[in-house]
């Protein structure tokens, strides 16, 4: 089992950034992967990013060479970069985690991100 406890939304202009941190109550190093999904107004949530327990990365086609997900095992976080937001990034979102195959998924409580001028 493992919480997750985001942070880091907030405003941000059209072209600016925000960095979403993902803090996990026990080491990251094994659990199979971790992901960033979001939720807009009226939309199903969908995945934005996903790294894998050996590094592997997969992205939303609409986030791709703007957004990137890494890890620091040493803090059990994960992040989200997000670069060059758009107006339609604007979600509720949500750390994800599958310890294993059996084991989850586990999901945070969420944090807002809106993007306008």
């Known amino acids: 089992q493992v919480q997750l406890v985001e942070s880091g939304g907030g405003l941000a202009q059209p072209g600016g950034s925000l960095r979403l941190s993902c803090a996990a109550s026990?080491?990251?190093?094994?659990?199979?992967?971790m992901a960033w999904y979001r939720q807009a107004p009226g939309k199903q949530r969908e995945l934005a990013a996903l790294l894998t327990r050996l590094g592997s990365t997969k992205y939303a086609d609409s986030v791709k060479g703007r957004f990137t997900i890494s890890r620091d095992n040493a803090k059990n976080t994960v992040y989200l970069q997000m670069d060059s937001l758009k107006p339609e990034d604007t979600a509720v979102y949500y750390c994800n985690a599958r310890v294993a195959d059996s084991d989850g998924p586990y999901w945070g409580q969420g944090t807002q991100v809106t993007v306008s001028s």
């Open positions: 026990r080491s990251i190093t094994s659990i199979e992967h």
